[in-house]
Structures are given as structure tokens and as C-alpha cells.
């Protein structure tokens, strides 16, 4: 039997990525996400790693920025105030084509919000982050294993790809204690020539830059980038499907918000109502194929978030918008309840 640890979702995702090869993290503290940080000012230094508390957001980002571009594993933690922040770095970083991870552990918002968990920047992770043409792969871990599982693969995908990878997390996640297990974590390594590394006068130097003044060199760029994320795409998209075989409505719904649907599932389905859940893993690249072919069999969909739904854009496009999409939500740092969504799913049987 795999050992087993007990751990907090914010220490996992740290732990995770040291296990991953990341040795420099630049941060800045901020709740509901300061234990990862805090984590890895303690462990860091044991380890020949670097741990640096920079003076702002913006700082940090930039220099995830550089290390990224030293072709090092480098990962930097926030919240959403603090993720809007690092926003213009982002775009740099996709621009330059590095690879880095980043983790935002969701609160309620817009503004300063509240410190309560939230999925409320699904749209800001989703459509991009910053400002310009670029994706970045965010992965929605709805356990504390996934907040491990999914931080490694967020860094093996990155590297991959040279793109951002983000772990969406909310606040709910990122505060409990689950046991989990490393010993099935699959770390995979990539050759990086195009690093900042330093010549030794054996090959030529290499350039990291965003900046293209001349429009028909930036074109070519973006056309490149989007046909490698057209692979990403293609290739990337994870999902889980839950009671789906004989389902004649389909909850979606994603993180914290998955587990109180799955609940809802199990008693809906006591009732003898046929209703399945599909849990998107990846929210970009979105699981359009699942959702596609529900919609061939399904009479209507729930979506459950965090949010004001944020999400049924996605539904509707991956399902050609053949059958109607409801909403059962909270937001500002409120969860709903496993009988909210069990009241949605039954207005839903009802055509309401």
C-alpha cells in the first residue's frame, strides 16, 4: 500500500512542486494561500532552493519571469486580488514562450472581496489572464491528492508546451486536510536550448523577449503559439465522468464546487432521477468531446459554481448550445449546499 501523509491543500501544492524540480519560488504572502509560501521559506533553503518574499506582486512575477527564461522549474502563489496583479506579467511570459507554473487559490471578489473560497476568476484563467493573444493550461484540482497530482503535472505540461500553467484552487481546498500519497507522481524532464543559460562561447546566444516591433514578425509568433495550442487542445484535455452511462441531465461543475455536486448526484439519483456529473480537470484546454456527446443524450445541463456563472459560457460552446444550461450558484465566498443542488437538479427534471 502507497504511504500515505496527512496534509493541508496549500502544503501539498508546495510539497508537490519541489518534488517536480522546482527550486525557486518567488511570492508574496496573501490570504487564502500563504501556507504555500510559508512552506517553502522553511524548506527551501534546506534543499539549495531559493525562497524569496519579494516587495509586490509585480515583483514577483517578474521574477518568475527570469528564472523561467534560465530554464529553471519556478513557481509563484497568490490570491485573485494578488493574481490581477502579476496579470501583465503573464503576458510577458507568454509571449517570450517559458515555462512556469502559477497557483491561485481563489477568494471572493471583484476587489478586495473576502478571504472565503471562490471560483470567481474562472474567466481571468481561462480567457488568458493578461492582456494580448496567448492561453495558459488551467488545472482545477477538486481534492488535496490533486492539488499534489495536478501541481506536478502542471510543471511537466508546462515544459512541454512552454506555456503558463496554472492551478486554480479556491480557498476550501487550499485550507483542508486530506491524506495523499507521492508515490504514483510522474516527474518528466525536457531539454531546454533555448535557455538562458550562458554560452561558453559554444553556440550561439539566445534571446528571451516578448517585444516584436515589426507586425509581420508578431503575427507569425501568434499563429505558431496557436497551433501549438491547438495540440494542447487536442491532446490535453482530462475531465471525470460520474454516473454519465445512462444520465438524462448532467451536473457540471468543477473543484470545491464538484465535490457538494457529486453528493447531490448520489441523492438525486435515490430519488430515481437519471442524472450523471461531468468534472471538467482541465478548464482550458476545456472538455468539449464529454460534453458534446452528452448533449446528444442529456435534456438539459446544471452548472454549479462559485460564481455567476462563469462557466456555462464554456458549456454552451462545447455543446453547440443543443440543449439549455442552468445555473445553481453562490458567490462572495459562499458554497452551496449538497440540498441547493439536489433543488436544482429536481427544477431541472421539472423543465423549470
Known amino acids: 500500500m502507497a504511504e500515505r ?44 532552493g531559493v525562497f524569496l518574499q519579494a516587495e509586490s506582486e509585480v515583483a514577483s512575477i517578474n521574477m518568475v519571469y527570469g528564472a523561467a527564461a534560465a530554464g529553471m522549474r519556478v513557481m509563484t502563489s497568490s490570491s485573485s486580488p494578488g493574481i490581477s496583479l502579476k496579470a501583465e506579467g503573464l503576458s510577458y511570459i507568454a509571449g517570450s514562450d517559458v515555462p512556469a507554473l502559477v497557483v491561485n487559490v481563489q477568494r471572493g471578489g471583484p476587489g478586495l472581496g473576502g478571504i472565503q473560497p471562490s471560483q470567481s476568476d474562472y474567466f481571468q484563467a481561462t480567457k488568458g489572464g493578461g492582456h494580448g493573444d496567448y492561453r495558459m493550461i488551467v488545472l482545477a484540482p477538486a481534492s488535496v491528492q490533486e492539488m499534489a497530482s495536478l501541481t506536478i503535472k502542471g510543471f511537466n505540461l508546462a515544459d512541454k508546451y512552454l506555456m503558463t500553467a496554472m492551478i486554480l484552487a479556491d480557498g476550501t481546498i487550499g485550507q483542508m486536510m486530506e491524506p495523499i500519497s507521492f508515490e504514483d507522481a510522474q516527474i518528466e524532464t525536457y531539454e531546454k536550448p533555448w535557455a538562458l543559460t550562458g554560452t561558453n562561447g559554444e553556440r550561439k546566444h539566445n534571446i528571451v523577449n516578448s517585444l516584436y516591433l515589426k507586425p509581420d514578425e508578431l503575427e507569425v509568433k501568434n499563429f505558431e503559439r496557436y497551433e501549438r495550442y491547438k495540440t494542447v487542445e487536442e491532446k490535453e484535455a482530462m475531465w471525470e465522468e460520474y454516473m454519465m452511462e445512462d444520465a438524462e441531465y448532467c451536473v457540471v461543475a468543477f473543484g470545491i464546487a464538484s465535490r457538494v455536486a457529486k453528493n447531490a448526484v448520489v441523492a438525486a439519483r435515490a430519488e430515481g432521477i437519471k442524472v450523471g456529473l461531468i468534472r471538467p480537470i482541465t478548464l482550458w484546454p476545456f472538455p468539449t468531446k464529454p460534453l458534446a456527446a452528452a448533449a446528444e443524450k442529456v435534456k438539459s445541463f446544471i452548472s454549479v459554481e462559485l460564481n455567476m456563472g462563469q462557466m456555462i459560457e464554456d458549456i454552451r460552446l462545447a455543446t453547440g448550445c443543443k440543449k439549455p444550461v442552468s445555473l445553481c450558484n453562490r458567490c462572495g465566498g459562499m458554497i452551496p449546499s449538497p440540498d441547493e443542488v439536489l433543488a436544482a437538479i429536481r427544477k431541472a427534471q421539472k423543465g423549470e
Open 5 to 48: 501523509v496527512l496534509m493541508k491543500g496549500n502544503e501539498a501544492i508546495a510539497e508537490a512542486a519541489i518534488r517536480a524540480g522546482c527550486r525557486h519560488y518567488f511570492g508574496y504572502p496573501i490570504t487564502p494561500q500563504t501556507e504555500i509560501a510559508a512552506y517553502m521559506a522553511k524548506k527551501m533553503p534546506k534543499i539549495g
